[in-house]
């Protein structure tokens, strides 16, 4: 079975600080992707990589970087945290595919609350 | 206009009911099909995926895929109250991937 890993299940944050979420899957996938989940609002990507050292912004990156230093392991920093930032945050990997890439393996997500 | 569209619902359906989730899309160029449970306070779980259209079966699980309708279904039979969740459509083209809203599921006993 895939196993996608997130470090917190729970983190409570201050604003202002730099804040790192880790991610690490088991299944030598080729892309990692990094979601933010509000209700109502549904999944919206903040980033994505499709190999080592190489990342996209998807479609909310402000406020946040990541990096993908080795193939398993992805990281999401929110550079100075604002209260607008408290959410479920999901890490996802997938596998590429010849035309599309396969479909995408969820963590378990870290609920951040910032105070 | 959204990509993916999906009724929040919530559903509430007696135990041993058919449930019927639905998503419809827009881009024709759609590929990889795919539905997601949610339980509370978990990541989403990769359920059923499929490539082309017609019909899938994973045992109480069905997932069809109508595309020149722009339409896929997830049909739930003999349905439990472990299936209590909530439900995400997916479809990708390329490295894009697309996701509803979310169905919220409720099967009472």
């Known amino acids: 079975d895939v196993k996608v890993t997130q470090s917190s299940r729970y983190l409570v944050k201050r604003t202002g600080e730099k804040v790192f979420l880790e991610c690490v899957q088991d299944m030598d996938h080729e892309n990692m992707f990094w979601y933010r989940q509000d209700p109502g609002l549904g999944l919206r990507l903040i980033y994505f990589?499709?190999?080592?050292?190489?990342?996209e912004k998807g479609d909310i990156p402000e406020g946040y970087s990541v990096s993908r230093e080795k193939k398993e392991r992805f990281s999401l920093i929110l550079e100075s945290a604002s209260t607008n930032q408290t959410s479920m945050y999901l890490c996802?990997?997938?596998?590429?595919?010849?035309?599309?890439?396969?479909?995408?393996?969820f963590g378990d997500g870290t609920r951040l609350s910032i105070l | 206009q959204k990509e993916v569209e999906q009724d929040p619902g919530p559903l509430s359906v007696p135990e041993g009911a058919i449930v019927s989730l639905n998503c419809t899309y827009s881009?024709?160029?759609?590929?990889?099909f795919m539905w997601y449970r949610q339980y509370s306070r978990k990541g989403p779980e990769l359920l059923m995926y499929?490539?082309?259209?017609g019909n899938k079966e994973d045992g109480r699980f069905t997932a069809q895929v109508d595309k020149s309708s722009k339409y896929i279904s997830l049909f739930i039979r003999d349905s439990q109250p472990s299936d209590s969740a909530t439900y995400l459509c997916a479809m990708n083209t390329g490295n894009q991937f697309y996701f509803g809203t979310g169905t919220s599921l409720t099967v009472i006993p």
């Open positions: 990589s499709y190999d080592v050292k190489m990342k």
């Open positions: 881009n024709s160029a759609f590929q990889y």
């Open positions: 499929t490539y082309s259209s």
């Open positions: 996802a990997s997938s596998r590429q595919g010849a035309r599309s890439n396969q479909p995408q393996h």
